[in-house]
Nanobody, 122 residues
Framework: QLQAFGGGLVQAGGSLRLSCAASGRISSSYAMGWFRQAPGKEREFVATIRWSPYSTHYADSVKGRFAISRDNVKNTVYLQMNSLTPEDTAVYYC?????????????????WGQGTQVTVSS
């Protein structure tokens, strides 16, 4: 029901855009989020977006570099990642939350995609 793609290998300072296509039970009213998990680390919040009212929230580590957006017609969420650093290397997951607001913790997300690998070389 959530399929993330767009990851890859990029040099430091480069950009990537991730996409997450939602289908089935995923309503346009849900908050959609991106998380990432580096080897040996816990899954961490990256960004989240809600359509109505339109609002976004970012982790401090990506603020000003990443931008989350959504296309409700295509039922797709995007994560534009700029000025990438090796510290951004991780598997990136998209998720959907039925709860209110802009949740930032994994426990509030009900649906998860399979993840896409982002590797940033120095």
């Amino acid at each position: 029901q959530l399929q993330a793609f767009g990851g890859g290998l990029v040099q430091a300072g480069g950009s990537l855009r991730l996409s997450c296509a939602a289908s089935g039970r995923i309503s346009s009213s849900y908050a959609m989020g991106w998380f990432r998990q580096a080897p040996g680390k816990e899954r961490e919040f990256v960004a989240t977006i809600r359509w109505s009212p339109y609002s976004t929230h970012y982790a401090d580590s990506v603020k000003g570099r990443f931008a989350i957006s959504r296309d409700n017609v295509k039922n797709t969420v995007y994560l534009q990642m700029n000025s990438l650093t090796p510290e951004d290397t991780a598997v990136y997951y998209c998720a959907a939350a039925t709860s209110y607001g802009l949740p930032t913790h994994v426990r509030y997300y009900d649906y998860w995609g399979q993840g896409t690998q982002v590797t940033v070389s120095s």
